[in-house]
Nanobody
Framework: QVQLVESGGGLVQPGGSLRLSCAAS????????IAWFRQAPGKEREAVLC????????EYRDSVKGRFTISRDNAQNTASLQMNSLKPEETAVYYC???????????????WGQGTQVTVSS
């Protein structure tokens, strides 16, 4: 059974940092791309970053350039999203998703975690 479990969300002040983790099981993690999405209240789910099976990264949001970093550890079946200099408008539920390739459209991905809430507020 494919399972993705996010952790690491929480409340952080503007300018602060969080590191999200995505723990995977039930599939051959090393052969899949892992993407991070986010969904703010009343908005559509949007892709943030993706890392391919070859560790190639794709940024989908110019606004996170230089602040967010995606990584993966195939030995541990985990992926991470390091988020620095967080902004209030980045408050959202953050999701990890897995499929064979990196794609921006949420509809492409068959496997999703349950999400973790990130709140950026003073």
């Amino acid at each position: 059974q494919v399972q993705l479990v996010e952790s690491g969300g929480g409340l952080v002040q503007p300018g602060g940092s969080l590191r999200l983790s995505c723990a995977a099981s039930g599939f051959r993690f090393a052969y899949y791309a892992i993407a991070w999405f986010r969904q703010a209240p009343g908005k559509e789910r949007e892709a943030v970053l993706c890392i391919s099976e070859t560790h190639r990264t794709t940024e989908y949001r110019d606004s996170v350039k230089g602040r967010f970093t995606i990584s993966r550890d195939n030995a541990q079946n985990t992926a991470s999203l390091q988020m620095n200099s967080l902004k209030p408008e980045e408050t959202a539920v953050y999701y990890c998703a897995a499929d064979y390739y990196c794609r921006e459209q949420p509809s492409y991905y068959d496997h999703w975690g349950q999400g973790t809430q990130v709140t950026v507020s003073s």
